[in-house]
C-alpha cells in the first residue's frame, strides 16, 4: 500500500512538472523616444514565430507579457517602429535607422547576430531586460 500511494504522489508531482505553465514579460527600455510603437517577434528553439506583437511605448519604455509557455528554450526580436510603417527603415547600405534588437542583447556583426545567441530558458516565471540598438 505505501508502493502504492509513493507511485501516486510521485506521479503527480512529474505530470504538475511536465506540464506546468509560465509567464514571461519582455521589458525594453532606453528607448530614444515614445514615437511609434515596438514591434516584437517570439520565437521557439525551432526558429518558429509564435507570436507577433505590437505595443506602444510609455515613458521611454515597452513591457509584452506572455503566459502559459511550457519549459524550454525561447527567443524575441523586436525593432522600434518611429514611423508607424510597420517596417525596419534602413539607410542606402542597409543598416538600420530605426532601433532595433534581439533577446540576450547580442551585437551581430554585418548582419543579425546567430539565432543560437538570442536564445534563453524558461524553467520557471522569468523577467527580461532587453536594450534596443540605434
Keep these: 500500500m ?15 512538472c511536465s506540464f506546468s505553465q509560465h ?4 521589458e525594453i527600455t532606453e528607448i530614444r523616444n515614445n514615437t511609434g510603437n ?11 514565430v509564435l507570436a507577433e506583437e505590437m505595443s506602444p511605448i510609455k515613458e521611454n519604455k515597452c ?7 511550457k519549459p524550454g528554450k525561447y527567443a524575441v526580436r523586436y525593432s522600434h517602429d518611429e514611423n508607424l510603417n510597420n517596417e525596419m527603415e534602413t ?5 538600420p535607422t ?3 534588437g534581439f533577446s540576450n542583447n547580442p551585437v551581430g556583426r554585418f548582419g543579425p547576430p546567430p539565432f543560437e545567441e538570442w536564445l534563453f530558458e524558461i524553467k520557471g516565471d522569468r523577467k527580461i531586460t532587453l536594450k534596443p540598438v540605434y
Excluded at 505505501?2 to 504538475?16: E, P, T
Excluded at 509567464?23 to 519582455?26: K, S
Excluded at 513591457?63 to 509557455?69: D, H, M, S
Design 2 to 16: 505505501k508502493r502504492f500511494f509513493f507511485f501516486c504522489v510521485g506521479s503527480l508531482l512529474i505530470l504538475n
Design 23 to 26: 509567464t514571461l514579460e519582455v
Design 38 to 48: 515596438i514591434l516584437l517577434q517570439f520565437f521557439d528553439a525551432d526558429e518558429k
Design 63 to 69: 513591457l509584452f507579457t506572455f503566459k502559459n509557455l
Design 91 to 95: 539607410n542606402m547600405f542597409g543598416i
Design 98 to 100: 530605426e532601433g532595433y
